[in-house]
């Protein structure tokens, strides 16, 4: 298809452990944020790239999380010693440009879920 | 600090009826609004933005209006079908001018047949 595509759809693991969560956004976008979405909340913005630039990423929420666009394309967002808190669903999102006054594509998201 | 905010977690209403869902907002510095819904197990979808110089847009039986001295928008869905039941997210841009969106913490809506 030709929207947002985000690796693995379900993600469980346990206490400790290192994710890895992938997303390939629209063909030509050039701006990806991610996203982290807890149960009865909004979207919560983590990191957004221009190209292979982390161009903003206050809202990482710690040095566990670290997230790569290398080859200006496909992210990964990565999370190390993974904690009980981290379980949520993380989406990815792309758009033509990043200073735009227009809508964000999502993709459907990865649901994290740390034992 | 919550810049954007729902404040009603959920919202039921009659087929055919409006729903009315609203948003506030704590920066009057905000340019614009969007409105996004979401399915479970799907990604928001873009539905409906608002540039802070207008009070008001429409777009088939979505408006959104804009009061900006209340710092509050509001989404009304008319008539409200069925297939309108999903969350719905109010948005605002954040800081920096990177595109990136602050979001509300959604009203699940629920339009009964």
């Known amino acids: 298809g030709a929207g947002v595509s985000q690796t693995p759809s379900n993600k469980v693991t346990e206490k400790g452990k290192y994710v890895e969560l992938r997303c390939d956004p629209i063909s030509g976008h050039t701006a990806l944020y991610w996203y982290r979405q807890s149960l009865g909340q909004g979207p919560e913005f983590l990191i957004y790239f221009q190209g292979t630039g982390a161009a903003d990423d206050s809202g990482l929420p710690n040095d566990r999380f670290f997230a790569v666009r290398p080859e200006g394309s496909v992210s990964t967002l990565k999370i190390q010693r993974t904690e009980r808190g981290d379980s949520a669903v993380y989406l990815c999102a792309s758009s033509p440009g990043g200073s735009n006054t227009g809508e964000l594509f999502f993709g459907e998201g990865s649901r994290l879920t740390v034992l | 600090d919550q810049q954007v905010k729902q404040n009603s977690p959920s919202l039921s209403v009659q087929e055919g009826r409006i729903s009315i869902l609203n948003c506030d907002y704590t920066?009057?510095?905000?340019?614009?609004f969007l409105w996004y819904k979401k399915y479970p197990a799907e990604g928001p979808t873009f539905l409906i933005s608002i540039s802070s110089i207008k009070d008001k847009n429409e777009d088939g039986r979505f408006t959104v209006f804009l009061n900006k001295s209340a710092k509050h928008l509001s989404l009304h869905i008319v008539p409200s079908q069925p297939g309108d039941s999903a969350v719905y997210f109010c948005a605002a841009p954040g800081s920096g001018n990177t595109g990136k969106l602050i979001f509300g913490q959604g009203t699940t809506l629920q339009v009964k047949p």
């Open positions: 920066n009057s510095m905000f340019d614009y």
